[in-house]
Structures are given as structure tokens and as C-alpha cells.
């Protein structure tokens, strides 16, 4: 597509439910990046895969964070058990080879957990 | 450690009057570095890297190892620049990701 699209833009969640926040990323784009955006705390990285190899995911802050990628293109970024500290926007970014040219965004999906 | 470091949360100055947001970074090799722009209900965009040595919407930063700096400059700032700067470190050659500062929201008032 033209653009990383992330869905859906907005959620809200009970405390103690799982969900499911997908990216789409740029045709071609080998690389794909999940980040969390709160408040005061900028981007925090959470996981990087890049083309078949193994992901990174010593950004992920709990084992209730997972992220798969499906066919070398579209994730799924999955939190389960939300807590409220869960709260924030999640950012999808993808990118050629390893990101030296820059990422490409997606517009996020605002979390929150009540 | 990789670090990069915005020490300006807040940054307020007036319409034509200069900028400068500060980045210092920490890293053992050779990094290349970014500053990223987040303007108001819009996504996060790349204003511009350092090694394309490129000026965009008339913003320059250059990179000073010596100090390990970044910092991003306007020599006349305009209301439109109002918004929230991120400046990012990449590892030269890493399989890895960005590391972003914190942030920094500059406010251009008339």
C-alpha cells in the first residue's frame, strides 16, 4: 500500500481482556518495527523483525506482549491480560533493509484500558 | 549503553526568532542519527538524517562526535514548525532498531 496502516486507530479494553492491534506495512519493506508511544516517556521500542530472520524482542515488557508476522508482511501485536499501565499509543513503522533511510509510520492505535 | 537525550521537554520561542533543539546521544561506534517530527493529529514523520547532510523546511543539525551531539536549528522559526521533535540514534551497520530521546514540544507563537 501506499503507507503503513495500523488497526484499529482507537480501542478501548477491560482490565484483564487481550487484544489484537495489527500493522500493514509497505509493500516491499523487509523491516518491521512495533513501538509505544506514552505520554512524557517518548517512543519506546518493543519488537523489530526483519525479513525471515529470528525477531528481535528485547523491547517487549512483559510476557502478556507477543507479536507475530505473518508471510514476511502484515503483524499482529497481541497484549494479553491488559492492565491499565497498558494504556498508550502503539506505533507501527516498517522500513527497507534496516532503517538507515528512515521509517515510514503508521498513524497508531490509541490503547486504553479501563 | 545507547542513550539519546533531549533535555527540553518544552521549548517556547516567537515567530521569527531562532531554534535550536537540543540531542545528545551516547554510543560506542558510529551511529547515524535522525530527527523525527510529529505535528499536531498527524503521524510521525522523518524531517531528516544526518549523513543526507540535507536541509528540510529550513532545518539543519549537525552531528559534533566531539561533543556527541545532534542538535536540530532554524534560524527563523515559524508558527507552522510547531510541534513535537524526536531526535534517534541508529547503530552504523546494526540489525537494530531506532532509539528515540523523549521528546521535545516546540511552541512558536505569533
Known amino acids: 500500500g501506499a503507507g503503513v496502516s495500523q488497526s484499529p486507530s482507537n480501542k478501548v479494553t477491560e482490565k484483564g481482556k487481550d487484544v489484537e492491534l495489527r500493522c500493514d506495512p509497505i509493500?516491499?519493506?523487509?523491516?518491521l518495527y512495533w513501538y509505544r508511544q506514552s505520554l512524557g516517556q517518548g517512543l519506546e521500542f518493543l519488537i523489530y523483525f526483519q525479513g525471515n530472520s529470528a525477531p528481535d524482542k528485547s523491547g517487549l515488557p512483559s510476557d502478556r506482549f507477543s507479536a507475530e508476522r505473518t508471510g514476511g508482511s502484515v503483524s499482529t501485536l497481541t497484549i494479553q491480560r491488559t492492565q491499565q499501565e497498558d494504556s498508550a499509543v502503539y506505533l507501527c513503522?516498517?522500513?527497507?533493509?534496516?532503517?538507515?533511510?528512515?521509517?515510514?509510520f503508521g498513524s497508531g492505535t490509541r490503547l486504553t484500558v479501563v | 549503553a545507547q542513550r539519546v537525550t533531549q533535555p527540553e521537554k518544552l521549548l517556547s520561542v516567537f515567530k521569527g526568532a531562532p531554534v535550536e533543539l537540543k540531542c545528545n546521544y551516547s554510543y560506542s561506534g558510529s551511529p547515524e542519527l535522525f530527527w523525527y517530527v510529529q505535528y499536531s493529529r498527524q503521524r510521525l514523520q522523518l524531517l531528516l538524517r544526518?549523513?543526507s547532510r540535507e536541509s528540510i523546511k529550513g532545518f539543519t543539525a549537525d552531528l559534533n562526535k566531539g561533543e556527541t551531539s545532534f542538535h536540530l536549528k532554524k534560524p527563523f522559526a515559524q508558527e507552522e514548525d510547531s510541534a513535537m521533535y524526536y531526535c534517534?540514534?541508529?547503530?552504523?551497520?546494526?540489525?537494530?532498531?531506532?532509539?528515540f530521546g523523549k521528546g521535545t514540544k516546540l511552541s512558536v507563537k505569533p
Open positions: 509493500s516491499g519493506h523487509t523491516a
Open positions: 534517534a540514534l541508529s547503530g552504523r551497520g546494526s540489525q537494530g532498531n531506532l532509539i
Open positions: 513503522a516498517s522500513s527497507l533493509l534496516r532503517g538507515e533511510y528512515g521509517y515510514t
Open positions: 544526518h549523513i
